[in-house]
Each structure stands twice: as structure tokens, then as C-alpha cells.
């Protein structure tokens, strides 16, 4: 467990000496042209602190070079798990219905992030990449090698939730945090994970671009509509996750 807190902790670290660099970079081009550099300060960061990570990741061995790694496993897992993670963003975007009084510490920072082209591909695919190298590749990884796999999901699923600090998104993080570490538990690979990860950051992005005042699905659609979404959503979810079991056998890494 200590190992996977100290990742996290140095990704933590990372932001916070990217967003010092980033704010003397952004005064030096911008002045004191606030909204400008704030804008340039929040992207930079985000790309900064994810190349940075990305290196520590490769230099200390944390990036896993099984075979399974980068295997799709197989056309069918793929599209078996992209219906399953869309399923499981629809539930998700239920629970966190009921906990909408819980403050958004970032929902302007968000907003910030998206209003240029590489604040978009930051969130939308090279902040899954990275996240799924470093919490499905290394944390997941290294929790399998030291719990039960029941216990590694949850402690990973909690370690991701609680990554995200925001109280807003804990609660759904996690959730999707379990979903994709029972499929690295299951497969080995980042593959899947991946396409999942970057299905949910580009449906959010999708959803603040075209739907900017709506917080979540309910309000997009009657109650009627909304109820048959979600109950469809459930039986989907649990065929998908019984024909992606029987497809694979849990993964190799040593408990």
C-alpha cells in the first residue's frame, strides 16, 4: 500500500512544481493579463506534470511490460468493455445525482481547461493514458502483489477517488475506479482500461461543450426516459460483465 500513496504523492508533487513553473512561464508571455495566464497555467500544468510523470513511471520500472500489457485481448473484449464502461457512466451519473449538494471545487477550473484545443486532448486522452499507466499499471499492479484481488480493487478504487480530491467527483471516480481495475485484474492489460478511461473524460468534455449548464443526465431527458435509461443500463452492464469473465481468467500477478 505504501508504495502505491508514494506514487500517487510524487504525481501529486509533480502538479505542484508543474503549476510553479507554468505560472512564471504564463507571467513572463502574458503579464498581468489574468484570464490569459490563468488559462495558460491550468493546460500547461496538466501537460507539464504528465510528461514528468510519465518519465518517472519509465525510468522506475513502474510501467509493466508483460505480454498482456498492450494487448487488446481481443475485438470483442473491446467493444464488450466500451458498452460495458458506457453503462457503468450512466449508473455512475445516477449515484452522483443524489449526491449533488457536495461541493465542485473545479468546475470553473474545468471550464478553463476545455476553452482551448490542447486543454481538450489533455483531459479528453493524454490524462487517461497517463492515469491508467499509473493506477492501473503501477498501483493496481503493485496492490495485486500484496492483498486479495477483492481488496486490491477496493484499495485501488479509493486511491483513484481519492486522487481526484475533488468532493464532486470522488464518489463516481471510484465507482469507475472498481469497473476498471476488475478488468486490469481480469486481462493484465491497459488496452481496455484505456478506452474506457478516455470514453468517460471525452463524454464529460462532450457534455460541458454542448450541455454547459446541465450537471447530469437527469436533466437532460424526462423522468420516464431517464428511469428506462438507467434500468436498461443495469441488465446491459451485468451481461457485459458476465460475457467479459467468461472471455478471460483473472491475471498471473503473483498476491
Known amino acids: 500500500m505504501g508504495k502505491s500513496i508514494k506514487l500517487v504523492l510524487i504525481y501529486l508533487l509533480m502538479q505542484i512544481i508543474a503549476a510553479i513553473i507554468s505560472v512564471l512561464i504564463a507571467t513572463f508571455i502574458y503579464g498581468i493579463d489574468v484570464e490569459a495566464l490563468q488559462t495558460f497555467t491550468l493546460v500547461s500544468t496538466l501537460f507539464i506534470s504528465m510528461v514528468g510523470m510519465t518519465i518517472y513511471l519509465y525510468r522506475s520500472g513502474e510501467i509493466p511490460t508483460g505480454k498482456n500489457?498492450?494487448?487488446?485481448i481481443s475485438l470483442l473484449y473491446v467493444i464488450l468493455s466500451l458498452l460495458a464502461g458506457l453503462c457503468c457512466?450512466?449508473?455512475?451519473?445516477?449515484?452522483?445525482?443524489?449526491?449533488?449538494?457536495?461541493?465542485?471545487?473545479?468546475?470553473?477550473?474545468?471550464?478553463?481547461?476545455?476553452?482551448?484545443?490542447?486543454?481538450?486532448?489533455?483531459?479528453?486522452?493524454?490524462?487517461?493514458?497517463l492515469e491508467e499507466l499509473l493506477f492501473r499499471g503501477a498501483v493496481t499492479r503493485i496492490l495485486l502483489q500484496q492483498y486479495s484481488p477483492a481488496k486490491a480493487i477496493v484499495f485501488s478504487a479509493l486511491i483513484f477517488g481519492i486522487f481526484h480530491i475533488n468532493p464532486a467527483q470522488i464518489a463516481g471516480a471510484?465507482?469507475?475506479?472498481?469497473?476498471?481495475?476488475?478488468?486490469?485484474?481480469?486481462?493484465?492489460?491497459?488496452?481496455?482500461?484505456?478506452?474506457?478511461?478516455?470514453?468517460?473524460?471525452?463524454?464529460?468534455?462532450?457534455?460541458d461543450r454542448r450541455f454547459p449548464e446541465a450537471q447530469t443526465l437527469a436533466e437532460l431527458m424526462s423522468p420516464s426516459v431517464y428511469y428506462m435509461l438507467i434500468s436498461a443500463s443495469m441488465v446491459i452492464f451485468a451481461l457485459c460483465l458476465f460475457a467479459m469473465n467468461r472471455q478471460t481468467a483473472p491475471n498471473k500477478i503473483k498476491h
Do not use: K
Not at 500489457?69 to 487488446?72: E, N, Q
Not at 469497473?179 to 457534455?207: D, K, Q
Open 174 to 207: 471510484t465507482l469507475i475506479g472498481l469497473f476498471l481495475a476488475w478488468i486490469y485484474y481480469r486481462t493484465e492489460s491497459l488496452i481496455p482500461c484505456i478506452l474506457v478511461h478516455v470514453l468517460n473524460n471525452s463524454l464529460a468534455v462532450g457534455m
Open 69 to 72: 500489457t498492450w494487448s487488446p
Open 89 to 129: 457512466i450512466v449508473l455512475v451519473d445516477f449515484v452522483t445525482t443524489g449526491l449533488n449538494w457536495l461541493p465542485d471545487w473545479t468546475d470553473t477550473t474545468f471550464d478553463q481547461v476545455l476553452s482551448t484545443g490542447m486543454g481538450v486532448l489533455g483531459v479528453a486522452l493524454f490524462g487517461p493514458v
